[in-house]
């Protein structure tokens, strides 16, 4: 079965404050890693795919890196606006058919 | 239309009813997800849908869940005799490819309240 964890669960940052977010998983051949920001009453919206360790992709203050074990969502000087929660989601193997495992989110705060 | 869409956006029924809950995706994408979220967690896959065939239904709780897209575009899930524990937010989600390995793009979502 398709896990991932997620941390920490919460982050608040000062407006500038570089930090990083983690998702670790556990798949059986991944297919592909999604991150997604998900604002309040909103649904996920959709950042990044990566589909192979050492792949990195990156998006204004954002980048994502993945390992063969977890991905780091990395935020460079975040701003207030970055404040949301940020879910990361696998693809595993051919035996997951088409279902994203989602894990719980970390939610993050950016204080001006 | 410009992204996926869903209604109601919220619902109401009393416990042993039967609802519908509906789901219009971007058009001429070809696969469609249903995903339950509950508060403060990540959404929960239900069904998949590549064009009108259900594909994948492993995630449908019980036999009183039920999801159709018979001409491969707007999709009804259809809980029977609800209960309070499918009190939830549920999500559509549409993408342009089949087999996952592409971004899904959500809609706002029905949050069913059973009382």
């Known amino acids: 079965e398709d896990q991932v964890t997620q941390s920490p669960e919460a982050l608040r940052l000062q407006e500038g404050e570089s930090s990083s977010l983690n998702c670790s998983y556990t798949?059986?051949?991944?297919?592909?890693l999604f991150w997604y920001r998900q604002d309040p009453g909103k649904g996920p919206e959709f950042l990044f795919t990566l589909y192979s360790a050492g792949e990195e992709k990156e998006k204004e203050r954002l980048k994502a890196t993945l390992t063969k074990k977890e991905s780091f969502l990395h935020i460079t000087a975040p701003k207030p606006e970055d404040s949301a929660t940020y879910l990361c989601?696998?693809?595993?193997?051919?035996?997951?058919?088409?279902?994203?495992?989602f894990g719980e989110g970390t939610q993050l705060t950016v204080n001006p | 239309g410009a992204g996926v869409s869903q209604s109601p956006r919220y619902k109401v029924t009393k416990r042993g009813q039967d609802v519908a809950l509906r789901c219009d995706p971007i058009s001429g994408h070809v696969s469609l997800y249903w995903y339950r979220q509950a508060l403060g967690q990540g959404p929960e896959f239900l069904t998949y849908?590549?064009?009108?065939?259900?594909?994948?239904k492993s995630g449908l709780p019980n036999d009183r869940f039920s999801a159709e897209r018979p001409e491969g575009s707007i999709s009804t899930l259809t809980i029977q005799r609800t209960e309070q524990r499918d009190s939830a937010m549920y999500r559509c989600a549409s993408s342009s490819r089949t087999g996952g390995g592409t971004e899904a793009f959500f809609g706002q979502g029905t949050r069913l309240t059973v009382v």
């Open positions: 849908f590549n064009y009108e065939a259900q594909q994948d």
């Open positions: 798949v059986s051949g991944l297919r592909g």
């Open positions: 989601a696998v693809l595993g193997g051919e035996t997951s058919g088409s279902r994203l495992t």
